[in-house]
């Protein structure tokens, strides 16, 4: 991801929508220093992605240092918050958040939480609240 970010920061980047790099993006990009980048990693414990092992729990979250498995506190590339979600998770976001705008709403109110340091410590798909 760190590569990514600082090659989309060049003047000039491109950006494909095929694995070859063939098809451009349809629109140029805004200037390097008025773009945003919201970063995600989708977690899965299974090469299938719909396969569940038993007793998989989901991903959890904890502000503090935890040695308890399957948590996870911030993380950041670049300074910029990774979003860690594991697969039921992003799959109930993307399927109930439809639209760009309801996504990266939920994806800036969700760094800012999570990067308050205010204790927060849950399982991702026990806390997840949505419209």
Known sequence: MSGAVRRLNLPGARVYTDQRA???LGFALPP???RRYHLLAIARPSRDPSFLP????GLGFNDDPSP???ELGPVEIR???VHVFDGETIDLLLQR???VSDFIAYLSSRAATLCSGNGFRFMLWQRLSLP
């Open 22 to 24: 063939r098809d451009p």
């Open 32 to 34: 390097p220093e008025r």
């Open 54 to 57: 038993a007793g998989w729990s």
């Open 68 to 70: 308890a498995p399957f």
């Open 79 to 81: 300074g910029l918050f």
């Open 97 to 99: 958040l439809d639209t």
